[in-house]
């Protein structure tokens, strides 16, 4: 009798422990989310937003801020060096849209800081 008492009590105890562990784990976890949430965000304000900023700066900068029409596109395309720039622009979205599908970059915080701009620069380059 006394064995079972002692047993059910170490049984209880040990539910218990269990119980606080796994607890435990859940906060653990959600603190380290958060962790990882906030890294990502750092991220991307800091990686791809300098990415993007060189490379709009280097495309107003040669191309300015107007709409770019049918023949001045053929002309770009014909100069190697100012395709090249484009090129590179694309390159840098390509390398920032994979950071973002492969969640290493934060899409919110991304379309925060350079929704407009792309908008801006795809209806630009659009010809």
Do not use: P
Not at 48 to 77: C, H, M, P, Q, T
Not at 113 to 127: G, L, W, Y
């Amino acid at each position: 009798m006394i064995a079972t008492v002692i047993q059910a009590g170490a049984l209880i105890f040990l539910i218990v422990q269990v119980r606080i562990m796994h607890l435990e784990w859940k906060r653990a976890n959600k603190a380290n989310m958060a962790i990882h949430e906030r890294t990502k965000k750092q991220s991307t304000l800091e990686h791809a937003g300098e990415l993007w900023a060189e490379a709009r700066y280097e495309l107003e900068s040669k191309f300015g801020s107007e709409v770019i029409a049918s023949d001045e596109a053929e002309n770009i395309f014909k100069d190697k060096e100012l395709k090249a720039n484009v090129d590179k622009l694309l390159g840098t979205l390509e390398h920032i849209a994979a950071g973002v599908n492969t969640g290493i970059y934060d899409a919110d915080i991304l379309y925060r800081m350079c929704a407009t701009s792309v908008i801006n620069n795809f209806t630009k380059f659009k010809a």
